[in-house]
């Protein structure tokens, strides 16, 4: 039975700027403070969408690039490059 005034659904949406020394500590902060809450309910599931754009004045070198790229599959990640 559903409680009055019972949300189904949660879409929080906020453009965070990351701190390039603690970007991993922030995102895990948002798993383990908002989607874990989430996942603890009976049934619940979730789905993370992470966008990140990124301005290299000087270019991303071939190197940097084809590192990038490997992580990238290898963690089943998609990049776009425009």
């Given at each position: ?9 949660f879409?929080?949406?906020?453009n965070?700027?990351?701190s ?13 403070e908002i989607?874990?809450q989430?996942?603890?309910l ?7 969408t ?33």
């Amino acid at each position: 039975m559903t409680r009055p005034n019972t949300l189904k659904s949660f879409q929080p949406k906020k453009n965070k700027i990351l701190s390039k020394n603690a970007a991993g500590y922030q995102v895990g902060s948002i798993v383990e403070e908002i989607l874990q809450q989430l996942y603890d309910l009976g049934g619940a599931s979730a789905e993370l969408t992470f966008n990140a754009y990124v301005n290299v004045p000087d270019g991303i070198d071939e190197q940097t690039q084809r590192v990038i790229k490997e992580n990238a599959n290898a963690l089943g990640v998609t990049i776009r490059v425009r």
